[in-house]
């Protein structure tokens, strides 16, 4: 049997046959891919659509770029409440070369911030809009105050090239900062001095029984509880210590701050510093120190003789109340004693003086006190210590010339007593006093102003240190007061050497410098002598300062 | 587009000019980012400018199909087009990622925006990665491939073509009552020849070749090679791998074959390999959908996914700058 030839073959082959090979219409067919693209294609479009009229319906979450700090959530879908339609809402140069805009901005904020300008030496044209420092859309709980360090530096990297000198001052020489650490930041300039003009030792105030020494001894004789006035004894004696022990002071018997007051603290205590405590957190700063809530336990103000009779007698039986510490009211006391005029002062009731009296109220109190010193108390006479004002009850004074006289010495001692009480803690300055306002000078017709009175200034304490910067003792309040201020603390020396050198410390200024911020306000590092670690908290300008408010040129307020 | 080789010289322009675009668009970023302290966004000046660059790059991108639409137009080679929209994608990345900050946005939009734009240009890395070892491959392991769409066209062909010889040359099974594997085998023989699809080597080229085959007489003791192709060659070779068929795999193939090769008689031999080898080719068609698929496939999300990237585009320019 013949097998097939498979071999190829020129065997004729039609056209017709080849073209059936081919599919020529092939073409005109969409592939199953392409058909599959084109309809993913229109799907794609109809979904991005839908998505873009959704974007333009919830335009909070899909428009923005976050949510709104919640102080602005009222206005979270209500974009035009701060924006203005094309046009830039950050101040950054560039875009207000293409379209201005940020004013507009600038005045939709503030509508509602309404805020003191930064510095009258900042150059007006590089004052930004309020959004070229403070990013919204950053979320509810996002802290849009807390800018960047770049937006300070800016200008204060090289503040001498971004100030301008205020009118009739020179330009000003500033120290630049680029970021909080040992080098580019300049000490702390409100620590520079202490104004202060209240002579005090803090030393001798923390010192068990107020003394230099401990016991007492030859310095003074100590300070026990029971020494105190009952009233204020139980805000001073802890819990647990006998009364007859010594009084050991600490820092919060004087600074307090506004969660430690006692609950008999009216408004009208408060009145004079709510405007510090506004805006600060509760415990931020300490209230003022003040005379009658910290210091007139101990500190007497004997206004004549029978006060500082009882001190007198008081000292000699060694309770006296520490007045040595100065030596003028040492001196008065004896220039009083050896004038003899205790007793004729004594014949008033025991007074004392009120505190923060001017020269002029000082003269008229004293004068009053000699004038009723010649008197006995009126029937029926409101006793001094409930009077509203110490000089509310003037008895009819003799206009006869022994009695002028009378009048005059007792003035005349009293002052000295006074003077010198003030002179305890206080630098006073010699005053003329015009003799409108004398009674003395209106019962002698005597016009001529008067010479030998004494004003006491403000005391020059400040309430705020760091004027330019911002500091919250509650948010320090586990560290102890010593990591700050150690030279408040009596010094560890023997005595003697305490009593030789004066212990005043009202001229030195007892905050700690930069240097106790930057144990802990600096970046996280390692101390490569000790190995300990240490830094970490934040460092950034707005941790201690604040732009705004700072364009006033008037000093902070102090203490009067 | 094939990168490197013959057409690196075109190529590398392009790349030196991306580079050094990114680099300079990052470098003025960056001092950006040092003067002001923090990532500029979008509204910054850097940002602004790498968005408006990004977004024409985006819209360049997109001109390539209306381009496509339009190839008698004298707009520049297909080839140029292509290079272009490659390189210049690849630098809208860097540029796009530095006006969205780096990707620390919000805003839904932003962040579909955001997405769809990388959707895009991974895909768009995907199918140039695939197209530059692909179509190598497929010239090796595909030496029969023909094109994509005639697949079925020309399978169903070569099913023929061994049905012809089948019929012409093996017996028909006694079993058999008509129906498919009757046929009409005397419409079959009219003719003394059938033309075959095969494969030559030449040179190191493989190509598919047109056979003449004689066809002289039924070869006795053939019916299961009749039997094997009605059963499963002819499914096989009309459905390829969606069928099902054992014969998809090149191993079980040449089990089968070369048990039904000593199972034959030695004259039925040609009638097997020719078989054998349409199967082989039916296989390559798999093959080479498959790889279709694969260099093709990309673009089921790049091109969709391209429309939406435009559509939000579009939204978010004025958008952005109506809320500057």
């Keep these: 049997m013949a097998g097939p030839d498979f071999s190829p073959s020129t065997a004729p082959e039609t056209s017709r046959g080849h073209a059936s090979r081919i599919d020529r219409s092939y073409y005109t067919r969409t592939a199953p891919l392409l058909r599959g693209r084109r309809w993913l294609m229109f799907l794609a479009f109809v979904a991005a659509l839908g998505w873009s009229a959704w974007a333009l319906t919830d335009k909070s979450r899909q428009l923005a770029p976050g949510a709104v700090v919640a102080a602005h959530a009222t206005w979270e879908n209500d974009c035009q409440a701060c924006h203005v339609p094309l046009s830039p809402i950050r101040e950054g140069g560039w875009q207000e070369q293409v379209i201005a805009g940020s004013a507009t901005h600038s005045a939709k904020c503030e509508k509602c911030h309404a805020l003191a300008s930064h510095s009258l030496r900042q150059v007006p044209a590089e004052v930004g809009s309020c959004s070229s420092c403070h990013d919204d859309h950053r979320g509810r709980e996002a802290d849009i105050r807390r800018v960047a360090d770049t937006t300070c530096t800016t200008c204060h990297g090289d503040i001498s090239a971004h100030s301008i000198a205020a009118a009739g001052e020179p330009t000003p020489v500033l120290p630049s900062v680029t970021r909080f650490d040992a080098d580019h930041h300049p000490p702390f300039q409100s620590l520079a001095t202490d104004p202060g003009r209240v002579k005090f030792s803090h030393g001798r105030h923390l010192r068990a029984g107020l003394t230099l020494s401990a016991g007492g001894g030859a310095d003074k004789v100590a300070w026990t509880y029971d020494r105190l006035p009952a009233a204020d004894r139980a805000r001073y004696l802890p819990a647990g210590v006998s009364e007859t022990d010594l009084v050991q002071l600490d820092c919060a018997a004087c600074h307090q701050f506004a969660p430690d007051l006692p609950l008999d603290v009216s408004l009208r205590d408060l009145r004079p510093v709510s405007a510090l405590l506004a805006g600060r957190a509760p415990g931020a700063i300490a209230l003022p120190v003040e005379f009658e809530r910290h210091c007139s336990a101990c500190h007497q103000l004997p206004a004549d003789a029978s006060a500082t009779a009882t001190a007198a007698t008081l000292a000699a039986a060694g309770t006296a109340a520490d007045t040595s510490a100065d030596a003028s009211a040492t001196a008065t006391a004896a220039t009083l004693a050896a004038a003899g005029t205790a007793a004729a002062l004594s014949a008033g009731a025991p007074s004392q003086l009120p505190h923060g009296l001017d020269a002029g109220t000082i003269r008229r109190y004293l004068e009053t006190r000699a004038v009723a010193a010649l008197h006995a108390p009126p029937e029926g006479a409101i006793p001094e210590e409930r009077r509203p004002l110490p000089v509310a009850h003037v008895p009819e004074p003799p206009r006869d010339a022994a009695s002028l006289d009378e009048i005059r010495a007792g003035v005349d001692a009293r002052r000295l007593l006074v003077r010198g009480v003030c002179e305890k803690c206080h630098q006073v300055d010699p005053v003329t006093l015009a003799a409108e306002g004398s009674l003395v000078a209106a019962l002698a017709g005597d016009r001529a102003p008067q010479e030998g009175w004494f004003g006491v200034g403000p005391s020059g304490i400040k309430v705020l240190w760091l004027e330019k910067a911002r500091f919250d003792h509650s948010a320090h309040r586990s560290w102890s007061c010593r990591e700050c201020h150690a030279g408040a603390y009596p010094p560890a020396l023997p005595p003697a050497d305490i009593l030789a050198s004066s212990p005043l410390d009202h001229g030195q200024v007892l905050i700690a410098g930069k240097e106790s911020c930057l144990g802990c306000h600096a970046p996280r590092q390692r101390d490569a002598a000790s190995g300990r670690e240490f830094g970490g908290a934040r460092f950034d300008c707005v941790e201690c300062h604040g732009y705004h408010g700072h364009g006033h040129l008037s000093p902070l307020p102090v203490a009067p | ?324």
């Excluded at chain 2, 010289?9 to 002001?36: C, K, N, Q, S, T």
């Excluded at chain 2, 940002?47 to 985006?58: N, P, S």
């Excluded at chain 2, 000593?262 to 349409?278: F, G, K, M, Q, Y």
């Excluded at chain 2, 694969?294 to 585009?313: E, I, M, T």
Aim: hydrophobic share 50%.
């Design chain 2, 1 to 324: 587009m094939r990168i490197g080789g013959k057409t690196w010289h075109r190529d590398l322009p392009w790349i030196v000019a991306m580079v050094l675009l990114g680099v300079v668009a990052a470098g003025f970023y960056l001092a950006e980012y040092l003067a002001a302290g923090r990532l500029p966004g979008g509204s910054s000046r850097t940002g602004f400018m790498c968005g408006v660059i990004a977004g024409g790059i985006v819209v360049f991108e997109l001109l390539l199909w209306p381009r496509r639409r339009v190839r008698s137009w004298r707009l520049g080679s297909a080839q140029a087009w292509l290079r272009a929209h490659v390189w210049l994608g690849l630098l809208a990345l860097p540029l796009a990622l530095m006006h969205a900050r780096l990707l620390f946005i919000g805003g839904w939009l932003n962040w579909a925006l955001t997405a769809l734009f990388l959707a895009v240009i991974v895909s768009g890395i995907w199918g140039l990665a695939v197209q530059q070892w692909i179509p190598g491959w497929m010239l090796e392991q595909v030496p029969a491939e023909t094109i994509y769409e005639q697949i079925d066209h020309v399978a169903a062909q070569h099913c023929r073509e061994a049905e012809r010889l089948v019929r012409g040359m093996c017996v028909a099974d006694p079993a058999e009552h008509g129906g498919e594997h009757g046929g009409d085998d005397a419409a079959a023989d009219r003719g003394d020849h059938a033309v075959i699809t095969g494969l030559r080597s030449m040179t190191g080229i493989q190509g598919k070749v047109l056979q003449v085959v004689q066809i002289h007489a039924i070869i006795p003791g053939t019916a299961a090679v009749r039997r094997m192709f009605f059963d499963e060659v002819k499914p096989y070779l009309l459905g390829g791998r969606r069928s099902g068929s054992s014969l998809a795999s090149r191993a079980t193939s040449v089990r089968l074959f070369a048990a039904l090769r000593d199972s034959s008689p030695t004259e039925a031999a040609v009638v097997i390999d020719h078989l054998e080898r349409t199967c082989d080719i039916r296989r390559q068609f798999d093959l080479q959908a498959r790889l279709h698929g694969w260099l093709h496939g990309w673009l089921l999300v790049h091109v969709p996914l391209s429309v939406a990237l435009g559509v939000l585009l579009a939204v978010h320019v004025p958008v952005a700058l109506w809320y500057w």
